[in-house]
T-cell receptor, first 114, second 112 residues
């Protein structure tokens, strides 16, 4: 079985400051890793994904994440946030079959203040 | 192109009534998923379709929940005899072979 832990339910940060949203996973098999963002009253949008290759993955809107197999982590980072980054962020894992379901963490609410 | 669409966007029903939620996936996407997002449980997988068949129904919470997909396209999630704990946002996603699931805007279900 797979599971995802997002320890921070809320992360407040000032505009233009750097941010890191933490994600740890547990799995007995290899997994794919994803970060999704959900803006208010909208569906989920893929930010980035790790399937294989380089452990540093770059996504949309200036976000990046690093896969660390030894620490079973996939933390999301952005060097300088904007007000518009205020949203809920979900980390997810899936098995290696390209039709496998996603297992989500509980989400982290990023609140960017001016 | 058009994304995943869901209808209705909001549904308010009385306890004990049946409801049907609809999902129109992206054209050509063979895989379709239903998830539920609620305050107490976060984002939970419900059911997965490949074409018209459902090889994974493991997330359906009870036998009051069922889903079907016809023509390899539109899917309907049916909840019979709704309970207040069914109140949630029901999300649909579709994918092709890219390991990326594209999500619809969801249906917010409120059971009074």
């Amino acid at each position: 079985a797979q599971s995802v832990t997002q320890l921070d339910s809320q992360v407040p940060v000032f505009e233009e400051a750097p941010v890191e949203l933490r994600c740890n996973y547990s799995s007995s098999v290899s997994v794919y890793l994803f970060w999704y963002v959900q803006y208010p009253n909208q569906g989920l949008q893929l930010l980035l994904k790790y399937l294989s290759g380089s452990t540093l993955v770059k996504g949309i809107n200036g976000f990046e994440a690093e896969f660390n197999k030894s620490q079973t982590s996939f933390h999301l980072r952005k060097p300088s946030v904007h007000i518009s980054d205020t949203a809920e962020y979900f980390c997810a894992v899936s098995g290696l079959d390209n039709t496998d379901k996603l297992i989500f963490g509980t989400g982290t609410r990023l609140q960017v203040f001016p | 192109g058009a994304g995943v669409s869901q209808s209705p966007s909001n549904k308010v029903t009385e306890k004990g009534k049946d409801v049907e939620l609809r999902c129109d996936p992206i054209s050509g996407h063979t895989a379709l998923y239903w998830y539920r997002q609620s305050l107490g449980q976060g984002l939970e997988f419900l059911i997965y379709f490949q074409g018209n068949s459902a090889p994974d129904k493991s997330g359906l919470p009870s036998d009051r929940f069922s889903a079907e997909r016809t023509g390899g396209s539109v899917s309907t999630l049916t909840i019979q005899r709704t309970q207040q704990e069914d109140s949630a946002v029901y999300l649909c996603a579709s994918s092709s072979t890219s390991n990326e699931q594209f999500f619809g805007p969801g249906t917010r279900l409120t059971v009074l």
